[in-house]
Nanobody, 120 residues
Framework: QVQLVESGGGSVQAGGSLRLSCAASGSIFRIHVMGWYRQAPGKQRELVATVTSGSRINYADSVKGRFTISRDNAKNTVYLQMNSLKPEDTAVYYC??????????????WGQGTLVTVSS
């Protein structure tokens, strides 16, 4: 079983910064991809950023140049540094990891979500 614990959400004014963290624990053999997604009210969940085990990074166009994703493999943790936040960044942010366990070569796990609110 794999668990994700997210932290770092909150409220900030436009132009401000927040840092999200997501730590994975449990019966993990290997973590393939770690990423962040978000879902704004009334909208579908969308990709924000992902980072592979080979450090290949992908960003949504809407956050390029403002957000930075990183991972600490020793801690099984992924971070999302969010700068120059805009009101349209307001959403619930979800951590997602694709892992290999002793019983599954590929398992996709979601965090519980953390709310980010950006006021104008």
């Amino acid at each position: 079983q794999v668990q994700l614990v997210e932290s770092g959400g909150g409220s900030v004014q436009a132009g401000g910064s927040l840092r999200l963290s997501c730590a994975a624990s449990g019966s993990i053999f290997r973590i393939h991809v770690m990423g962040w997604y978000r879902q704004a009210p009334g909208k579908q969940r969308e990709l924000v950023a992902t980072v592979t085990s080979g450090s290949r990074i992908n960003y949504a166009d809407s956050v390029k140049g403002r957000f930075t994703i990183s991972r600490d493999n020793a801690k099984n943790t992924v971070y999302l540094q969010m700068n120059s936040l805009k009101p349209e960044d307001t959403a619930v942010y979800y951590c997602n990891v694709d892992v290999a366990t002793a019983t599954s070569a590929y398992l996709s796990v979601w965090g519980q979500g953390t709310l980010v609110t950006v006021s104008s």
